[in-house]
């Protein structure tokens, strides 16, 4: 099995900028839903981040998925907790294949490892599909 392990925290805004976590692991790595929402944007249009899809909970939360290697969810699409996105990729302005994940609330970053009980609940290793 391959793990997906943190290789990159969370910094927050007075620090050097790093808006969210990164968790690296094997290409085309399922990305799931890490809570039920509505996707609102699934494209490439936002520099740096590549292939990336917002899912928004409510008007409060909502979490970015980036640097997917394909997006398998569009726009408007109604999501549950562990629903595949897409695969895990590097597109974008990315190092090495990883998933570069964000917590938003009220459209500001917030650490995301708090809220999530292990990293395999946002990217599974690519050997457990």
């Not at 999501?79 to 090495?96: I, N």
Request: charged share 20%.
């Amino acid at each position: 099995m391959s793990p997906v392990r943190i290789s990159r925290g969370f910094r927050p805004p007075d620090a050097p900028r790093h808006a969210g976590m990164d968790l690296t692991g094997q290409r085309g790595s399922p990305i799931l839903a890490a809570h039920e929402g509505i996707v609102i944007y699934a494209g490439s249009d936002f520099r740096g981040y590549g292939k990336m899809i917002l899912v928004e909970y409510n008007s409060e939360w909502a979490t970015l998925y980036a640097h997917l290697e394909h997006i398998a969810v569009k726009e408007g699409h109604i999501v549950s907790p562990g629903d595949p996105l897409g695969g895990m990729g590097s597109t974008g302005k990315a190092s090495g294949v990883h998933l570069h994940f964000e917590l938003m609330r009220h459209r500001r970053p917030v650490d995301p490892l708090p809220l999530l009980t292990r990293p395999n609940q946002i990217a599974r290793a690519h050997s457990e599909r």
